[in-house]
């Protein structure tokens, strides 16, 4: 049975002069899922899913069948990530952060020698917002029709590129889409062409900054509102400390997912003739191993890890994949899920916060409290490999030797205590759910402002 904290008397209840009212459950469980809803589904940023345009569709195709393959196969599947493996999406946030400033910075002049002179040739000045446009997929390939008017795009070197304008009429769903295009794919000339301005980037996007705002104030108002129940030793249902700790890590999502468009549903189309080849620049994609085992394990801790990239040819995909943030060079992916992992143990921490209070049965109890621990352990433990990674790459010695027996045995743990951290937060949103059926009397009181408010 639950009981009414022993720091909340009677006669604190009675002093309030009615300034306290009674909130009802529902009111509970819709504050909490709106802004759940708000942290797992509108603060998420994808990446393009590319969708070939079909013609002479039936209705039902059209209006029932496509939208619900889709939401089935990419956004609800990016939903429940976000909703079981938050702290996941947010060092997806980061990794494509790290890239779309490596992008940005390359509008630096690059002095090319020729003989006795030099040109000195610039790349368009990016913002953060174009480095993102590229990562998430926004300039695709395509061919165009056999026989169709077209004019090769020159170069500064006075050569031809394989990239070309078409210049006669044809029927644009007659293009065939090859693949999504890296930022080297595109030659510098190409560039300055095809790019577009920060301005009508933000214009593809769906979601403005007055709309990024409303949300993070929204979740930044729940926070506020846990800590004056904290501050009147007002107790907070289960489902609040699960919502507070969505919200905790929402604020640093769109920290850095601010300048990425979200939504954006349509790439731009870059050409080339039907009977031209293409090749992704940079070196090839790594194999996975042919051993089932040893593949499952490398896909567990390089998707953990964030380094999945390395494996993927962009050029043999009909679309960026779901996490995709490009190539990341080694030495950045250790820094880049430190901060990360640090966020989801204080995740998880969140949750202890509810850790003396008084459940409906001591299964829920005890549920609770090994969720917690597992929520708190394993990004502790991928906070460890990313500091031997980050470590290795920048004074490599006998300490980081040390440091590198450290990370192998917590890359086991890693491997066997994954399934752990999913279940644990399985638990938690089941446990918060289900106590709302048995609640405190001090849990159903809002909070009184009126002692917030300076007076004499």
């Given amino acids: 049975m639950r009981h009414v904290p022993a720091s909340i008397e009677l006669r604190d209840i009675a002093s309030c002069d009615g300034l306290n009212s009674q909130r009802s459950i529902w009111s509970i469980a819709w504050s909490c899922l709106s802004t759940i809803f708000l942290c797992t589904w509108v603060a998420v940023h994808p990446n393009i899913h590319f969708r ?5 569709q039936k209705w039902y195709e059209q209006w029932l069948w496509e939208p619900l393959h889709e939401f089935f196969t990419h956004k ?3 939903f429940l990530w976000a909703l079981l493996v938050p702290e996941y999406i947010l060092a997806w946030a980061v990794r494509q952060y790290v890239q779309a400033g490596v992008i940005s910075k390359k509008g630096a002049p690059l002095i090319v020698f020729e003989r006795h002179w030099f040109l000195i040739e610039t790349v368009p000045k990016w913002s953060r917002c174009h480095g993102f446009f590229v990562i998430m997929g926004g300039f695709h390939l395509f061919r165009l029709p056999a026989d169709t008017p077209s004019v090769c795009l020159p170069l500064k070197s006075f050569e031809y590129s394989t990239f070309v304008i078409p210049t006669g009429r044809y029927l644009r769903r007659d ?23 920060e301005t009508e980037l933000r214009d593809r996007g769906k979601s403005d900054a007055l709309t990024k705002a409303i949300v993070l104030v929204q979740t930044v108002w729940f926070i506020i509102q846990c800590i004056a129940r904290r501050m009147q030793h007002l107790p907070l ?5 699960v919502t507070l700790a969505y919200a905790m ?5 769109y920290v850095f997912w601010w300048d990425k ?6 790439p731009i189309r870059v050409y080339k003739r039907s009977t031209a080849s293409h090749e992704e620049s940079g070196g090839t994609a790594e194999e ?13 801790f390089f998707y953990i890890m964030g380094s999945q990239d390395r494996y993927v040819t962009l050029s043999k995909q009909y679309s960026v994949p779901m996490f995709w943030s490009g190539r990341i060079a080694t030495r950045d992916l250790g820094p880049a899920g430190i901060g990360p992992s640090i966020l989801g143990a204080a995740f998880g921490a969140i949750h202890c916060i509810a850790w ?8 829920e109890l005890f549920l609770w409290r090994i969720s917690c621990i597992a929520m708190i352990t394993v990004p502790c433990i991928v906070a460890i490999i990313c500091v031997w990674w980050a470590a290795d790459h920048i004074m490599p010695g006998k300490y980081i030797d040390l440091l590198g027996y450290v990370a192998r045995l917590c890359i086991i743990l890693l491997l066997l205590s994954a399934w752990l951290y999913i279940a644990g937060r399985i638990a938690t949103l089941v446990i918060a759910f289900t106590s709302l059926r048995s609640l405190p009397p001090a849990a159903l009181m809002t909070v009184n402002w009126a002692t917030f408010i300076p007076h004499i």
Wanted: negative net charge; glycine residues 2%; aromatic residues 10%.
């Fill in 52 to 56: 070939l345009e079909k013609q002479d």
């Fill in 76 to 78: 609800l599947l990016l």
């Fill in 175 to 197: 293009e065939i889409p090859v693949c999504p295009l890296r930022f080297e794919d595109l030659p510098v000339d190409i560039l300055e062409l095809v790019v577009p301005t």
């Fill in 237 to 241: 249902t289960e489902l609040e400390v």
């Fill in 249 to 253: 890590l929402n604020f640093f999502i």
């Fill in 261 to 266: 468009p979200r939504n954006v549903e349509c």
């Fill in 288 to 300: 996975w191993s042919e051993n089932w085992a040893l593949r499952w394990m490398g896909m567990i």
């Fill in 356 to 363: 003396s209070s008084e459940f409906t049965s001591r299964t």
